[in-house]
């Protein structure tokens, strides 16, 4: 049983426009969690992580939203620009730097 | 940036017979960490080590085995290849319990 799934596998944005990338997961013990970029024959690359003391991580155009209750986190992107187009996964550890469990992954699709 | 290589980018190769895939860092980060990717299953960890002498299962090591030869390598083998090992394989290395997982660009194996 996957305990952190990306239930859209892909998205399709309009260049300017707000990408959502949406995370939910399962395990009550996760309280660092992360998001990486995967570009195509490339490994994947680390973007920006949030911890449970917190709701909210802004980076640039990225923000992370945590929404512990629902078990959920939010990746926000503003604006999206066509070189955003990738696989997005996000992972979540018991404490940062352990072990991590990834969703599936969303492949964004920024068209100009 | 861990600088983080793999070898090979590509491999083709036949139910049963024996492969190793290599992995070196250039960074000295003391933990690496072996995943596989499947479409839809995210990344998967193998096997993971946080120093020269400390290997670690991961979710899914039946079927694998790892060597940790040095500080910067980490190689992963499998003993008898069958078809559902095909997957994208990637590395990562890491320095410390807080430190973020640095990929490689992955190896994509085939086993007919």
């Known amino acids: 049983d996957q305990q952190v799934k990306q239930n859209s596998p892909s998205l399709s944005v309009q260049e300017g426009r707000i990408s959502i990338l949406n995370c939910d997961y399962t395990?009550?013990?996760?309280?660092?969690f992360l998001w990486y970029k995967k570009y195509p024959a490339e490994g994947p690359t680390f973007l920006i992580s949030?911890?449970?003391?917190?709701d909210k991580n802004e980076d640039g155009r990225f923000t992370v939203f945590l929404n512990k209750s629902a078990k959920h986190l939010s990746l926000h992107i503003v604006p999206s620009q066509p070189g955003d187009s990738a696989v997005y996964f996000c992972?979540?550890?018991?404490?940062?730097?352990?072990?991590?469990?990834f969703g599936g992954g969303t492949r964004l699709m920024v068209k100009p | 940036d861990a600088d983080v290589t793999q070898t090979p980018r590509n491999r083709i190769t036949k139910t049963g017979k024996r492969i190793m895939l290599e992995c070196s860092q250039t960074?000295?980060?003391?933990?690496m960490y072996w995943y596989r990717q499947d479409p839809g299953l995210g990344l998967r960890l193998i096997y993971y080590?946080?120093?020269?002498?400390?290997?670690n299962k991961g979710e899914i090591s039946d079927g694998y085995s790892v060597s940790r030869q040095a500080q910067a390598k980490f190689s992963l083998s499998l003993e008898s290849a069958i078809p559902n090992q095909t997957a994208l394989y990637f590395c990562?290395?890491?320095?410390?319990?807080?430190?973020?997982?640095?990929f490689g660009p992955g190896t994509r194996l085939t086993v007919l």
């Open positions: 395990n009550s013990m996760f309280d660092y």
């Open positions: 990562a290395a890491a320095q410390g319990r807080g430190g973020t997982q640095y």
């Open positions: 949030i911890s449970s003391i917190k």
């Open positions: 960074k000295g980060h003391d933990r």
């Open positions: 080590s946080f120093d020269v002498k400390d290997i």
């Open positions: 992972a979540a550890s018991e404490g940062a730097g352990n072990m991590l469990t």
